[in-house]
């Protein structure tokens, strides 16, 4: 399997960035992906995920109502608007197999995915 996120950059605070992630070597049906962040100093947190075939999604308290993740077969997409400094991180994608009944809060934990991305920078300016 391999992972491939791209879309971080430089972006003015208030502005928007849609981050991609590239999934080879699975069918899409059968995995989730999730994407994570590390800012700097700080532990990497859980951001958004999204379940193979049904499609549900799932997001962090701090990017909810500003954020979408949506996807096009082996692509995942995080849309994210509104952008504030805290927000600067390294954006990692990752994929989980699915399961049939996950228990609250599994596609929020890292423990949860068996293949990482490399990550992707984005800064976010005041």
């Known amino acids: 399997v391999q992972l491939q996120a791209s879309g971080g950059g430089l972006v003015q605070a208030g502005g928007s960035l849609r981050l991609s992630c590239a999934v080879s070597g699975r069918t899409y049906s059968s995995y989730a992906t999730g994407w994570f962040r590390r800012a700097a100093g700080k532990e990497r947190e859980f951001v958004a995920a999204i379940r193979g075939s049904a499609g549900r999604t799932y997001f962090a308290n701090s990017v909810k109502g500003r954020s979408t993740i949506s996807r096009d077969k082996n692509t995942v997409y995080l849309q994210m608007n509104i952008l504030q400094p805290d927000d600067t991180a390294v954006y990692y994608c990752?994929?989980?197999?699915?399961?049939?009944?996950?228990?609250?809060?599994?596609?929020?934990?890292?423990?949860?995915?068996?293949?990482w991305g490399q990550g992707t920078l984005v800064t976010v300016s005041s």
């Open positions: 990752a994929v989980a197999p699915n399961i049939a009944a996950p228990p609250s809060e599994y596609y929020t934990q890292e423990a949860t995915y068996d293949n």
